[in-house]
């Protein structure tokens, strides 16, 4: 089973601020990695795919790198919206999916 | 739109059944497998339980293996997960989720169904 960790566990910012979010996987996963975001009662919303593709109607602000072990989504600029936490998830190994434990990005 | 209405969610007691159904609409059903991902209170995502559009494959994560059951109707659009010999552990929102095509990668998921296993 590939393990995937996130860093850092919570990342506490500001609104217009820059975030930078990790992701790391116990085995190559090449490109085959997705972000989502969960808002609190919400259901995850996929961000990124592939890597870095953007989903349908997902802004500009996000990006996501990496490939293999090592992955990064960027929010370029916070809004009061990207509050919420972030899971990435591997689907290049399985089954099973498996997810990361999350980052938490909060108002400073 | 993609849609998927999860229901079937309730209080059960230890060692009980429930089976949960999800219903998609705006894609064809038949062409895509289905994924259910749970998450207990204030936790993370966990994977459960995937099924091909044809019902030929179906895969479970090891925590459910031998206790749930996925399948799907395709003339009724809807995905089942059929959970037996509940536990407390097992507590949590289901969701089921569409993948991209040829992907295995959700990008919608419905709303969820919440399933409280407690005596």
């Known amino acids: 089973e590939i393990v995937m960790t996130q860093s850092p566990a919570t990342l506490s910012a500001s609104p217009g601020e820059r975030a930078t979010l990790s992701c790391r996987a116990s085995?190559?996963?090449?490109?085959?990695l997705a972000w989502y975001q969960q808002r609190p009662g919400q259901p995850p919303r996929l961000l990124i795919h592939?890597?870095?593709t953007r989903a349908t109607g997902i802004p500009a602000r996000f990006s996501g790198s990496g490939s293999g072990t090592e992955f990064t989504l960027t929010i370029s600029s916070l809004q009061s919206e990207d509050f919420a936490v972030y899971y990435c998830?591997?689907?290049?190994?399985?089954?099973?999916?498996?997810f990361g434990p999350g980052t938490k990005v909060d108002i400073k | 739109d993609v849609y998927l209405l999860e229901s079937g969610g309730g209080l059960v007691q230890p060692g009980g059944s429930l089976r949960l159904s999800c219903v998609a609409s705006?894609?064809?059903?038949?062409?895509?497998?289905m994924t259910w991902v749970r998450q207990a209170p204030g936790q993370g995502l966990e994977w459960v339980s995937a099924?091909?559009?044809?019902?030929?494959?179906?895969f479970y994560a090891d925590s459910v293996k031998g206790r749930f059951t996925i399948s799907r109707d395709n003339s009724r659009n809807t995905v089942y997960l059929e959970m037996n010999s509940l536990r407390a552990d097992d507590t949590a929102v289901y969701f089921c989720?569409?993948?991209?095509?040829?992907?295995?990668?959700?990008?919608?998921w419905g709303q969820g169904t919440l399933v409280t296993v407690s005596s």
């Open positions: 989720a569409k993948p991209i095509v040829a992907t295995m990668c959700p990008d919608y």
């Open positions: 705006g894609f064809t059903f038949s062409d895509y497998a």
């Open positions: 099924i091909s559009g044809s019902s030929e494959s179906t």
């Open positions: 085995q190559s996963v090449k490109s085959d």
């Open positions: 592939d890597a870095s």
């Open positions: 998830q591997q689907y290049s190994n399985w089954p099973p999916f498996t």
